[in-house]
């Protein structure tokens, strides 16, 4: 699951969550802390909740960086051992789709998950659940501080009111949005197979959709905190993509 995927989940599915999670006691100790932050933040500068919404984004993301940016090594490790996999992979894949009895299928996926351990390789591993458990809690805390905040619903910040609605600040977002999908499925190693790899780009295609929708339906503070949080991305996966080379460069033979 991408970084794309935690912002739709926030996006699309976070009312829902609230109920499921009692709504009250539960959330509010999530969302007190970022809560008094925004607010001291908006105070060292100056009183602008705007400021205070694009600092402690970029410091968030800061601080998930390094999760993210391991697992995009991992993926590339893994994506490695795959590639030289491949010919016997998909060997085994052309007799699976053959296969018309479910016995032979059965035993088909059992040489698959042999080929797989003689070369330890976990494709599974690439996916990597530890970065998606962190953030959760932390972006679901600072999402419902910026949108339960009743002194961002009445500040106003360049052009728009933190409050309203805003079409251009939403566009940007769906813009930045697509932008991030692109770059992120242009640099980032995948070891998904084809079919997979179309359930993903529609699934990232669906992610600037359903950010715009739900910027059209809520206050101008959110499309804010994702323009920033999706610019910040973008850069983290340039990044991550330069540092790979670096560390993963061939070393010249002697």
Same mark, same amino acid.
């Given at each position: 699951?991408?970084?794309?995927?935690?912002?739709?989940?926030?996006?699309?599915? @976070?009312?829902?969550?609230?109920?499921?999670?009692?709504?009250?006691?539960?959330?509010?100790?999530?969302?007190?802390?970022?809560?008094?932050?925004?607010?001291?933040?908006?105070?060292?500068?100056?009183?602008?909740?705007?400021?205070?919404?694009?600092?402690?984004?970029?410091?968030? /993301?800061?601080?998930?960086?390094? @999760?993210?940016?391991?697992?995009?090594?991992?993926?590339?490790?893994?994506?490695?051992?795959?590639?030289?996999?491949?010919?016997?992979?998909?060997?085994?894949?052309?007799?699976?789709?053959?296969?018309?009895?479910?016995?032979?299928?059965?035993?088909?996926?059992?040489?698959?998950?042999?080929?797989?351990?003689? %070369?330890?390789?976990?494709?599974?591993?690439?996916?990597?659940?530890?970065?998606?458990?962190?953030?959760?809690?932390?972006?679901?805390?600072?999402?419902?501080?910026?949108? /339960?905040?009743?002194?961002?619903?009445? %500040?106003?910040?360049?052009?728009?009111? @933190?409050? %309203?609605?805003?079409?251009?600040?939403?566009?940007?977002?769906?813009?930045?949005?697509?932008?991030?999908?692109?770059?992120?499925?242009?640099?980032?190693?995948?070891?998904?197979?084809?079919?997979?790899?179309?359930?993903?780009?529609?699934?990232?295609?669906?992610?600037?959709?359903?950010?715009?929708?739900?910027?059209?339906?809520?206050?101008?503070?959110?499309?804010?905190?994702?323009?920033?949080?999706?610019?910040?991305?973008?850069?983290?996966?340039?990044?991550?993509?330069?540092?790979?080379?670096?560390? /993963?460069?061939?070393?010249?033979?002697?």
């Amino acid at each position: 699951m991408t970084q794309n995927m935690i912002v739709l989940l926030l996006a699309n599915s @976070l009312n829902k969550a609230e109920q499921l999670l009692g709504g009250t006691e539960y959330m509010n100790t999530i969302i007190e802390p970022f809560t008094l932050l925004i607010q001291s933040t908006a105070s060292f500068f100056g009183g602008s909740y705007g400021m205070a919404i694009i600092a402690l984004t970029i410091l968030i /993301r800061l601080l998930l960086a390094p @999760l993210m940016i391991r697992q995009y090594i991992r993926q590339f490790d893994v994506k490695k051992k795959m590639d030289k996999l491949k010919p016997e992979m998909t060997d085994i894949q052309k007799r699976m789709s053959a296969a018309q009895d479910p016995n032979e299928k059965q035993k088909i996926q059992m040489e698959m998950m042999g080929l797989y351990k003689k %070369h330890n390789v976990n494709p599974f591993s690439a996916i990597g659940c530890l970065p998606i458990l962190v953030q959760m809690p932390i972006l679901m805390g600072f999402y419902y501080a910026i949108r /339960r905040s009743h002194e961002i619903a009445t %500040h106003h910040f360049l052009w728009f009111s @933190l409050g %309203h609605t805003d079409l251009a600040l939403t566009i940007v977002a769906g813009i930045v949005y697509f932008m991030q999908f692109k770059i992120s499925q242009k640099l980032m190693p995948t070891v998904s197979a084809e079919q997979q790899q179309n359930s993903m780009q529609w699934i990232g295609l669906m992610s600037p959709i359903m950010i715009v929708f739900a910027s059209l339906s809520t206050s101008a503070a959110l499309p804010l905190y994702w323009v920033v949080g999706g610019l910040f991305l973008i850069g983290q996966t340039y990044f991550s993509h330069l540092l790979l080379n670096r560390i /993963r460069k061939p070393v010249p033979a002697v």
